[in-house]
């Protein structure tokens, strides 16, 4: 099986997202060969003219190939740009091109804000789709037709994918490795990017550390070092809102309003953030790693895993933990 892979660029494309996903297909083709599979990926380069095209760090990066409606890829994968609204404006081609072709191809991807492109050409129209955290209300408000999710890593819709921010791009090709010839090549790619292992597309692109250093309102940044600190104890909507003398209703908009989440999401996803850790790093049975990091219960962890990270707390430590598995037993008796 040989697939063809276009990775489309244009000018002021975010060279990382180009490099990592291409990266992903040639290092899949060095471990295809090493364990003598067949198959291999033809992935470049491409874009409407060929030439040199203009990245987002200021290095030019040599397109391969031209797009056309005669020569199609197997799968065609978009990259996302900082001003993404300008991009898809200056490059009208681009979208004509997915409009003329989307339904030849096996896959159309899009990296982070490259979703536009899709939206525009109307591939994403009643599809659920993600993009960048930061651009997912740009797209709501610009293509209300598309179900932007903006909390998962990646998601697939039938033959169209799209991804979160930067990195996630490189969460989705290890996935199409994994749909093209098998988990076992897709964690070795993975290995040797040092991503340990391919994150699941459901997973939050959203961490509690994160929406904390983001916050501007000192006092709510105050309070989330706290949580972040104590989020193994029982805290009370009321213990968290005094803290500000603040009634809960207020805290609870306040709170709302400068982190775009409630403080009870925000509490859960500290505690799953920490479970994540000990579950990493010991052999702690889960139930113990439930009750250390603030759950009442193993299943309300495993809920919590289920929603934050589209995985269960065994399944999360059979991807990325470093020790023996003591408890497989566990997740059936619970």
Not at 109 to 116: I, M
Not at 267 to 283: I, P
Request: hydrophobic residues 45%; glycine residues 6%; neutral net charge.
């Amino acid at each position: 099986m040989f697939l063809t892979v276009d990775i489309i660029v244009y000018d002021g494309f975010k060279a990382l997202e180009a490099i990592g996903s291409l990266s992903v297909f040639t290092y899949a083709n060095i471990h295809l060969e090493r364990r003598g599979l067949p198959g291999r990926y033809d992935a470049k380069l491409a874009s409407i003219r060929r030439s040199e095209i203009q990245s987002d760090t200021g290095v030019a990066f040599a397109s391969a190939k031209r797009l056309n409606t005669l020569s199609l890829p197997h799968t065609a994968i978009i990259v996302g740009a900082w001003n993404i609204e300008d991009a898809v404006g200056n490059a009208p081609e681009i979208v004509q091109w997915l409009e003329a072709t989307a339904g030849r191809m096996a896959r159309t991807a899009a990296l982070c804000s490259g979703a536009f492109f899709l939206a525009a050409a109307g591939l994403l129209d009643g599809k659920r789709a993600t993009t960048h955290w930061a651009v997912a209300d740009a797209l709501r408000e610009k293509y209300p037709a598309v179900r932007v999710d903006a909390d998962c890593i990646f998601i697939r819709e039938g033959r169209v994918w799209t991804s979160a921010g930067v990195t996630a791009g490189i969460d989705l090709a290890l996935a199409l490795v994994e749909e093209d010839f098998g988990l076992d090549v897709a964690l070795d790619v993975a290995r040797d990017l040092v991503v340990y292992l391919k994150r699941p597309g459901g997973q939050s692109q959203f961490s509690a550390h994160l929406v904390s250093q983001a916050t501007h309102h000192p006092g709510i940044r105050d309070v989330q070092s706290w949580i972040l600190a104590n989020a193994q104890k029982e805290l009370s909507p009321s213990e968290m809102a005094e803290r500000l003398s603040m009634s809960v209703r207020s805290f609870n908009r306040c709170f709302k309003r400068e982190t775009g989440t409630t403080p009870t999401t925000f509490l859960t996803r500290a505690r799953v953030e920490a479970a994540r850790r000990m579950l990493e790093e010991s052999d702690a049975p889960a139930k113990a790693i439930a009750s250390r990091s603030g759950f009442k219960t193993y299943e309300a962890m495993r809920k919590a895993f289920q929603q934050a990270l589209g995985v269960t707390p065994l399944a999360y430590r059979d991807r990325f933990g470093t020790t023996p598995r003591h408890d497989q037993a566990e997740e059936k008796l619970t």
